[in-house]
């Protein structure tokens, strides 16, 4: 029980720090990230969709509510993807010199890492996002795994004693 406790706390650190972060879309930070508004379309309710599933699964994860690993861990494997076809995709494997000039001028911020003239490197805020959502998952999928062999622990011990008596 008790590593299940402060892989709950974990999480809901990590969810609280990616919802923080996930935020400074919205409003735009000068030289972090430019602000995500209702006149991006599909992008705007796609980061809003996903960060209605961060504070739910959020909010459940406080609660210790049984299907918390599952909304985070299903939200979290969503939003990788996302994040991956978006923004890493077109670094291994290069898309049109159109796109390029694209991205650059929407996302010309800060890095870790160097800017290729034929390629599409993320800018540092999508990695540090994709790192954080890449952390939300693997906790909660441990944490989802920690909990469903101890919920099937007991019906195999039932099964083995009858087994057993037989």
Known sequence: ????????????????????WAGLAFCGVQGLV??????????FHAALAFQVVLFAGLWLTLRDH??????VAAGAAA???VQYAVH??????PPGAERIARYYDRFDTWRLLPRLPDRI??????????????AVLLVSLARLRLRRRRAV?????????A???S
């Open 1 to 20: 029980m008790q590593t299940l406790r402060i892989l709950r706390r974990l999480n809901a650190f990590l969810l609280a720090m990616l919802a923080l």
């Open 121 to 134: 490197v993320p800018d540092g805020y999508h990695t540090v996002l994709i790192l954080m959502l890449a």
């Open 66 to 71: 049984r299907r918390a690993e599952v909304l």
């Open 79 to 81: 939003w990788l993807i």
């Open 153 to 161: 622990a007991p019906r195999r011990a039932r099964i083995l004693g």
């Open 163 to 165: 087994t057993i008596q």
């Open 88 to 93: 890493w995709h077109p670094l291994l494997f």
């Open 34 to 43: 430019p602000a995500c508004s209702a006149a991006d379309g599909a992008l």
